[in-house]
């Protein structure tokens, strides 16, 4: 079966930190783009960040310089870093793979 399991999000204060993780099962992460969407209450679901199966990155405006996406082939992972978290940041973040998506993990910051 294949399936994408995000773990990793809390409620976290504005000014910190927290580390997603996505773990896949099923199929072989590393012959895929990656990429991390978020979805805020009442809003659209955008792209927060992606990884090529070559380690190439690319961020959204709002999150340069205080998230990081990479990816650990070896244990078919890709994690996205999360520093400087703002209110805004608040949202429900996913994972996907193609056509697959995760399930979410909730990420709230307060202030």
């Known amino acids: 079966q294949v399936q994408l399991v995000e773990t990793g999000g809390g409620l976290v204060q504005a000014g910190g930190s927290l580390r997603l993780s996505c773990a896949a099962s099923?199929?072989?992460?590393?012959?895929?783009?990656v990429k991390w969407y978020r979805q805020a209450p009442g809003k659209q679901r955008e792209l927060v960040a992606s990884?090529?199966?070559?380690?190439?990155?690319n961020y959204a405006d709002s999150v340069k310089g205080r998230l990081t996406i990479s990816r650990d082939n070896a244990k078919n992972r890709v994690y996205l870093q999360m520093n400087s978290l703002k209110v805004e940041d608040t949202a429900v973040y996913y994972c996907?793979?193609?056509?697959?998506w995760g399930q979410g993990t909730q990420v709230t910051v307060s202030s």
């Open positions: 990884i090529t199966n070559s380690g190439s990155t």
């Open positions: 996907n793979a193609f056509a697959i």
């Open positions: 099923g199929i072989m992460f590393n012959m895929y783009v």
